[in-house]
C-alpha cells in the first residue's frame, strides 16, 4: 500500500509539473545575449544575481512573479546565477524553491569579460537588471534591488510602445 501511493504521488508530481526542475547551464554574456535576441519574445529582462546576495534573495520573488505575470503579453525572463561553482547546487535548490520551471543560467569565464559584454556602465554590483526590446536592443539597466512596480513600469513600457525609452537609470 505504501509502495502504490508512494508511486501515485510521483505521477503526480510529474504531471502537475511539481518537483520538475528547470534546466541550469553555464553560460558566457555572448550565450546571454543570444537568449536575450532569440525570435519570440517581445520584452526581454535579464537578472544577474547570486545566493549569496541579500538584496537579490529579497528581489527574486517579485522577479518570478513578473516574469510569470507579463510571459503571456510577450516577456522573456533570463535569470543569470552569478554564484561561484561550488555554490552552483544552492543556486539550482533556489530556483527550484522558487518555482522557476524554465531554463536559467550559471554565469561562466572571466568577470570582467562578463560585466563589460552586459554593460560597459555594470559596476558588477548584484542584482543588476538589464531590459531589451523584443531587437535585443538594450533599453534599461538597473543595479541593486528594483521593486515588481518599478520592473512592472519598465516592461509594460517597451511590451506597449515595442520599445522603451533609451534611457539608463543605474541604482545602488
Same mark, same amino acid.
Given at each position: 500500500m505504501r509502495r502504490a501511493s508512494g508511486f501515485a504521488l510521483a505521477l503526480a508530481l510529474i504531471a502537475c509539473g511539481c $518537483?520538475?526542475?528547470a534546466a541550469f547551464e553555464a553560460a558566457t554574456a555572448d550565450q &546571454?545575449? /543570444?537568449a536575450v535576441r532569440a525570435p519570440g519574445a517581445r520584452a526581454v529582462l535579464?537578472?544577474?544575481w547570486a545566493t549569496w546576495c541579500a538584496p537579490c534573495r529579497a528581489e527574486f520573488p517579485d522577479? &518570478?512573479?513578473? $516574469?510569470?505575470d507579463l510571459r503571456a503579453a510577450g516577456l522573456r525572463l533570463v535569470l543569470v546565477s552569478a554564484d561561484f561553482d561550488e555554490s552552483l547546487p544552492? /543556486? #539550482?535548490a533556489f530556483l527550484a524553491d522558487h518555482g522557476v520551471d524554465f531554463p536559467?543560467? #550559471?554565469k561562466t569565464g572571466d568577470d570582467m569579460r562578463f560585466i563589460n559584454t552586459l554593460d560597459s556602465l555594470w559596476s558588477g554590483a548584484l542584482p543588476a537588471t538589464f531590459l531589451y526590446d523584443g531587437a535585443g536592443h538594450r533599453v534599461r539597466f538597473w543595479e541593486g534591488r528594483q521593486s515588481y512596480e518599478t520592473l512592472s513600469r519598465a516592461v509594460r513600457d517597451v511590451l506597449q510602445k515595442g520599445r522603451g525609452t533609451d534611457s539608463t537609470e543605474v541604482k545602488t
Amino acid at each position: 500500500m505504501r509502495r502504490a501511493s508512494g508511486f501515485a504521488l510521483a505521477l503526480a508530481l510529474i504531471a502537475c509539473g511539481c $518537483g520538475r526542475r528547470a534546466a541550469f547551464e553555464a553560460a558566457t554574456a555572448d550565450q &546571454v545575449l /543570444a537568449a536575450v535576441r532569440a525570435p519570440g519574445a517581445r520584452a526581454v529582462l535579464v537578472n544577474v544575481w547570486a545566493t549569496w546576495c541579500a538584496p537579490c534573495r529579497a528581489e527574486f520573488p517579485d522577479m &518570478v512573479r513578473l $516574469g510569470r505575470d507579463l510571459r503571456a503579453a510577450g516577456l522573456r525572463l533570463v535569470l543569470v546565477s552569478a554564484d561561484f561553482d561550488e555554490s552552483l547546487p544552492q /543556486a #539550482h535548490a533556489f530556483l527550484a524553491d522558487h518555482g522557476v520551471d524554465f531554463p536559467s543560467y #550559471h554565469k561562466t569565464g572571466d568577470d570582467m569579460r562578463f560585466i563589460n559584454t552586459l554593460d560597459s556602465l555594470w559596476s558588477g554590483a548584484l542584482p543588476a537588471t538589464f531590459l531589451y526590446d523584443g531587437a535585443g536592443h538594450r533599453v534599461r539597466f538597473w543595479e541593486g534591488r528594483q521593486s515588481y512596480e518599478t520592473l512592472s513600469r519598465a516592461v509594460r513600457d517597451v511590451l506597449q510602445k515595442g520599445r522603451g525609452t533609451d534611457s539608463t537609470e543605474v541604482k545602488t
